[in-house]
């Protein structure tokens, strides 16, 4: 009985040593980082969601805020951007998985090869967002909001957006914007608008042609048309309300101030809590791209000097590898829930 009892202790799983499971203290520390940190872009996403649901009829439409691509100005194309954007880091995850393999290989120019085309899909990656995020700020029509809060945006008898510019007339009038040593309660202000809103409104005056669409969304489907009570989010030919003259008119009436661009305040492509999650989740997520690009550019260098070859391990490689394919993996729930739902 004795014997029987101490054979069976000598076979355990793990007896405490510095690797349970085959993984490294390094890699379990890195996967409970990762496991918290999804947990994080979880909780924010899920936010996203419940506010976008609860504001689905005055939400932007994706398909007309992200419609920029480099070197192609004045030309329409909406989400394409976004797409060779979401390939050149989906790419990046594949040369990351060629470095990890070349380093269990003991192979270090081809190491150094794929964490250099890493770093540098890394960095087109975050140059193409902070070039995304100049054309949201910058903002590309212009729109009006009313004394009650709602946004008011312009567009021809055809439905095609116009631009304040293509409109508005220029008064003999002076503006000064208000700063904290003019203003009550050390109160100040954002840089004044291209137009003002007496601008804008004798602008329209001058243009019959030129409608009022505001930012409720509406559907134009045949079974719609026959059924007003089919629930229009299942719908996918979403479109903006466009009012007639004399709705335009009355609604322009009560024109507050002229909004151009996205910031945290106003967004003049519809709710305001859009822009508000879209710098939040972006930019936080854009952090993490930039700190891989940082801790891949250091292993990098190590990959060089041959550090990991005096080792006989390129563990390190393989860690990081895990956090990028983490990054990229954030980024498609991302994608999908700001470009394409």
């Known amino acids: 009985m004795g014997a029987t009892v101490t054979a069976n202790s000598e076979h355990k799983t793990w007896d405490g040593g510095n690797e349970p499971l085959g993984a490294s203290y390094g890699k379990l520390m890195m996967w409970f980082f990762i496991v918290s940190d999804a947990l ?13 649901f609860k504001f689905i009829e005055t939400w932007p439409l994706a398909d007309e805020v992200f419609t920029h691509f480099p070197f ?18 989906i790419f990046s995850s594949v040369t990351m998985v060629l470095a990890v393999d070349a380093g269990h290989q003991m192979k270090k120019d081809k190491v150094a090869i794929y964490m250099f085309l890493t770093i540098l899909g890394g960095l087109v990656f975050v140059g193409s967002q902070a070039w995304e995020w100049k054309n949201f700020i910058h903002g590309e029509y212009g729109a009006i909001e009313t004394k009650g809060g709602s946004l008011l945006q312009f567009v021809d008898n055809t ?14 009038e002076e503006r000064e914007q208000l700063e904290r040593n003019k203003g009550k309660w050390f109160m100040d202000e954002s840089s004044l608008p291209t137009y003002s809103v ?16 505001t930012e409720v969304i509406y559907e134009d489907t045949e079974a719609s048309k026959k059924d007003p009570k089919i629930n229009h989010q299942l719908s996918k030919h979403k479109h ?16 507050h101030l002229v909004v151009e661009g996205a910031n945290l305040k106003r ?21 993490h791209v930039f700190s891989g690009v940082i801790i891949n550019i250091i292993i990098f260098f190590n990959v060089l000097l041959g550090t990991y070859e005096k080792r006989r391990t390129y563990e390190m490689v393989e860690k ?5 394919h983490f990054v990229d993996l ?12």
Do not use: C
């Not at 100005?73 to 050149?88: K, R």
């Not at 439905?159 to 003999?172: M, N, S, W």
């Not at 990081?320 to 990028?324: I, P, Q, R, T």
């Open 267 to 287: 967004n003049e492509y519809g709710s305001k809590l859009f822009a508000d999650f879209f710098f939040f989740i972006t930019g936080f997520h854009g952090f």
């Open 159 to 172: 439905g095609k957006r116009v631009k304040l510019e293509d409109f508005a007339l220029t008064l003999p």
């Open 40 to 52: 994080t872009f979880s909780a924010f996403l899920a936010a996203y969601g419940f506010s976008r």
């Open 320 to 324: 990081v590898g895990l956090y990028w």
């Open 198 to 213: 007496a601008e804008v409104q004798a602008g329209f005056k001058a243009h019959p042609e030129i409608l009022v669409r």
């Open 72 to 89: 192609m100005h004045g030309v329409s194309a909406p989400m394409y951007y976004v797409a060779l954007m979401t390939f050149i880091l």
């Open 330 to 341: 954030v980024w498609v729930f991302v994608f999908t829930f700001f470009y394409l739902v």
């Open 240 to 255: 903006k309300t466009i009012l007639t003259r004399a709705e335009s008119e009355a609604r322009l009436a009560n024109a």
